[in-house]
DNA sequence: CAACAACGTCGAAGCGCTTCGACTGGCGAA
DNA sequence: TTCGCCAGTCGAAGCGCTTCGACGTTGTTG
């Protein structure tokens, strides 16, 4: 193994000076830094992360807790966690996973072995458990997603409530009088998932604003049940003309089902959704939507968390304004 | 902090009796372990992590390699990480995780860096460019997969080619003659991943020797293609009985669009598919399959790689047999 | 032109843990 | 009775790194 003793034999200076051209955390003639940067070349020298973790006392690895909980989108959960990845390797750390079943028990856990820096924590529920053990550790965190209290946390998300408001409003622009909202599956609901609730406040808040006609369905992924959904909206609603689907895996087949039912999207039903940006525009008919921005909010996340770390202010709540983008889905209401 | 000192003070022992208390590597009196461990729980001490790495050679971290490539089943590959982790834990062990952007220089880092004591490698190609990394670093490895040449290296998976076997089998004893087989997307053949090219080996020389006419198309993950392709083996062969799906994202709207072609599964086509057994069990057609085991997979993995660890030899292939379920997507050909 | 900042570098002291060698009492074998 | 052993414990020596204080050297400035 290269240690920085070797680097520092080979540079022709002491291991200190190596370990500040290392960092910059003082200042190094620029001629033995480049004496320095060449030897770490030359040998492959890489810190001992245990040993620098002990001396500096951080381990530059941060907790990425994802709990794989029933119902969620795995595909887009995924997508916040390898732009935070990407983004802490930008930043020189790495980043541990945390399941579930390690629970809050974990989080204290690596924190009180020095194991991580920091922590990213996702699916965050109104009233999530974890509130009380992250206010009270002393080792900084970042939420992706807004409890109902998120005094003394930091938290940063789209900003799902307007993104439900803005669904509802660019479909009553349109004219539509009767609106339903395709959610996400029962479980996320009944688990007070954050998301999920603001997408539903905003969406009824605004319908009722607007004294449109609403209704209000959560959905399991499959197509199966998309079709049931489909099916029973029509039934209950017949004069719906506005759907706001926010449920990436039953977009397709919902959208599949409204057109097999004989209604044609947009001319017959406006569609518009929460959703990738990428699913949103693959589709065959190219649905109107609010992106949610996986990655900016995975790497933004990561840099809260970077601020913090160097003890510099973050804001409490970074909340990303929804931005729709029109595709092809949604349409003047027809006049009957 | 809490250290391993505070610990020998409150049990009234030196702190190397702390340290073989807890690690169990020299005998220590019934007596004096109890103290011990009553002064951890009271005190709530936690090993330093660092610290521990440092004098003991050993960060009791695992890496996992989790390539979230174009073309993959997101949700099946998440299954083993979380089953990984779940293992390693039960070991004492956590997990950093490794995407793909970091590629095989992310590997020697954090080996080099004495981060991880060994590797968990996932969507092993059959000419993996992390082979002869591998072979050469100094950590022990496994891999969920087997490359075309795995001398010298540590794999497990399930024996995909005997599973697409087994499907065609299953399907031959039926009295199909003509089958199809619809495969994952075509950037993951392209690329070589190395389970997907071994199940149309398996399926082709089963249909082979079995004299079946046999076609292999490779399919997107979205109903669209599910349906495209649907359309498209019936044209190219109108008398196709049997088909095996390897595609979990394909696998229902598949059914739905040759239902919806006029096909009754399994009266007049039969269905079966190499896929995790809950999927398989939950369709509406409940789907005779190959289980895809990944919480196995992924448990093995890491108890093959602890095995490593303690320096126990291991077996340098574990191919899991697979194990067909019947459920009732499979019939006996109707003799027209 | 004296006094005093930086600047650039070094040596030494730890960070909290594991592990090695050594020591102390029994205890069975010789 | 003595020797050797083993169980059970301790003290001290690191593991490889960061960081603190110190010490020349140059430049600045009143």
Known sequence: ??????????????????????????????????????????????????ARALAGGRSKVLAMVVPLRAGINVPVVMRFAVSAVTTARRYDHDVLLLTQEEGEEGLRRVVDMALVDGLIVMDVQLDDPRLALLRGLDRPSVMIGFPADSKGLTCIDLDFKAAGEACVEHLARLGHRVVAL???????????????????QGFTAAADRGRLTSAVHPCEPTPAAARAV????????????????????????????????????????????????????????????????????????VELLMRKLDGKPVPEATSLSPRMTERGSTAQRAVA
């Not at 003639?29 to 070349?41: D, F, K, L, P």
């Open 182 to 200: 395709v959610g996400s599956p029962p479980e996320v609901y009944v688990r007070g998932t954050a998301f999920a609730q603001r997408v539903v």
């Open 230 to 301: 489909a099916a029973q909206l029509l039934r209950e609603q017949p004069a719906l003309t506005g759907v706001v689907v926010h449920n990436e895996a039953a977009l397709e087949p919902l959208i599949d089902a409204f057109e097999e039912l004989g209604l044609r999207v947009p001319a017959d039903l406006s569609v518009t959704a929460i959703c990738p940006d990428e699913l949103a525009a693959s589709l065959r008919v190219p649905v109107t939507s609010i992106a949610l921005p996986a990655d900016e909010v995975g790497a933004r996340a």
């Open 1 to 50: 193994m290269v240690k920085i003793t070797d680097v520092a034999r080979h540079a022709g200076v002491s291991p200190s000076t190596v370990s500040y051209a290392l960092s910059g955390k003082r200042p190094i003639s620029a001629e033995t830094r480049r004496r320095v940067e060449e030897a770490v070349r030359r040998l492959g020298y890489r810190p001992h992360a245990g």
